[in-house]
């Protein structure tokens, strides 16, 4: 089985711009999972999508939004880019099952000048 | 509200050295545990997860880890280290709803000596 991708893989935006990054999840998997990972606050939940529906959400401004399309493939954007935002976003991908294992993909680097 | 500590940020030994990487969360429930490595530019792959029955898991690359509800630890552990292994470990426990909103430990930076 193909594991969770992610696109791009690296971007490079200047601040005020918006982005859009891409997660396609394993095959059968309707749950997915975005995280943001920097080297001040570590990995942060970002917000969870299954069957097209945002179950739950982190605690981040609402300038991160995403998005689950029928096949499970997900999308997170973040609008009017900050400094802060540069990091790596990690997408993750599981069955629904409570305590299930999440599989991440290689994530999206993004760096905001 | 969950979280997770990994008292040690970076760790040195020598290869074929023993290892155990501390974890302790706070969870109201009973926790789903996890321990995830990811090397330097990569995503993070899961070595081995707590769910229930068993407290001590096998995992992948020789890694073990053992649940401890009282002293609320999920410490991991490795009999001899190669030098393949130096890479950041998380410790992660499965919180919110539906249990896929992951709390995830600060992390341990393992470095392995010749």
């Known amino acids: 089985k193909a594991g969770v991708t992610q696109t791009p893989r690296y971007l490079i935006k200047t601040r005020g711009q918006q982005v859009t990054l891409s997660c396609s999840p394993i095959s059968g998997h309707r749950s997915v999972s975005w995280y943001q990972q920097t080297p001040g606050q570590g990995l942060q939940f970002l917000f969870e999508y299954f069957s097209e529906t945002q179950r739950n959400k982190g605690n981040f401004p609402g300038r991160f939004s995403g998005r689950q399309f029928s096949n499970s493939r997900s999308e997170m954007n973040v609008s009017t880019l900050e400094l802060g935002d540069s990091a790596l976003y990690l997408c993750a991908s599981s069955v629904e099952k409570r305590g299930e294992t999440q599989y991440f993909g290689p994530g999206t680097r993004l760096l905001v000048l | 509200a969950q979280s997770v500590t990994q008292p040690d940020i970076h760790i040195t030994v020598s290869e074929g050295a023993s290892l155990e990487l501390r974890c302790n969360y706070s969870y109201g429930a009973t926790p789903y545990l996890f321990w995830y490595v990811q090397s330097p530019g990569q995503g993070l792959q899961l070595l081995l997860k707590y769910f229930s029955g068993d407290t001590l898991v096998q995992g992948i690359k020789g890694f073990e880890a053992e649940f401890k509800r009282s002293q609320s630890s999920f410490n991991l552990r490795k009999p001899s280290v190669h030098w393949s292994d130096a890479a950041e470990y998380f410790c992660?426990?499965?919180?919110?709803?539906?249990?896929?909103?992951?709390?995830f430990g600060p992390g341990t930076r393992l470095s392995v000596l010749p």
């Open positions: 992660a426990v499965g919180a919110g709803s539906y249990g896929q909103n992951f709390v």
